[in-house]
């Protein structure tokens, strides 16, 4: 009886640990759920992300251009060395991300959210920051010729001291920017 008992329960508990293990593999919230910090890299041109939640992704070193990440929640995000041009970030969260090196010509970024994002060195040429919050962003070594950032919010002398643009840089009533030499 004993001996019965004890091959019922070895059988059981293969059984569950099978069951497991399959249930496991689609059950999201179990432990081989996705890094908490996604790789998006490579190549997604023209890609809609519009409204996807991609806090602390990793974006660097790849290629957005034309892409919509409209209303997109990237806080904290990673897009150093990657390419934007044209891409639209209309409303998107954005505070916090990293956008060193990254090419933006063109890409708009109306409404966003940028505070205390880190942009160093980045291409923002042409670019639209209409009503964009950028407050203590980094605009470090970063180009600003022929943007539009007359309406954006936070945007201080300091910041713009350490950016460069030209003569098509459009600024609130008082700032300024040196030239791109």
Not at 9 to 19: G, H, N
Not at 96 to 120: E, I, Y
Not at 130 to 139: D, G, K, Y
Request: with cysteine; aromatic share 8%.
């Amino acid at each position: 009886m004993l001996t019965h008992l004890r091959t019922a329960l070895v059988a059981a508990i293969a059984v569950s640990a099978i069951w497991a293990a399959d249930a496991a593999a689609f059950w999201p919230f179990g432990k081989p759920r996705v890094d908490l910090a996604p790789s998006y890299g490579g190549a997604c041109e023209g890609c809609d992300l519009s409204g996807r939640i991609l806090a602390g992704a990793r974006l660097s070193d790849s290629n957005f251009n034309n892409s919509d990440f409209s209303s997109a929640v990237l806080m904290r995000a990673n897009a150093s060395g990657s390419e934007f041009a044209d891409a639209n970030f209309t409303d998107a969260d954005m505070r916090r991300s990293r956008l060193v090196g990254a090419v933006c010509p063109r890409a708009v970024f109306a409404r966003a959210m940028l505070n205390n994002a880190d942009a160093r060195g980045a291409n923002f040429r042409r670019a639209d920051f209409t009503e964009a919050n950028v407050s203590r962003m980094n605009f470090e070594a970063a180009d600003i010729s022929g943007a539009d950032l007359s309406t954006a919010q936070g945007l201080t002398q300091t910041q713009l001291d350490r950016a460069c643009g030209d003569r098509r840089t459009r600024l609130p009533r008082g700032l300024s920017v040196a030239r791109c030499g």
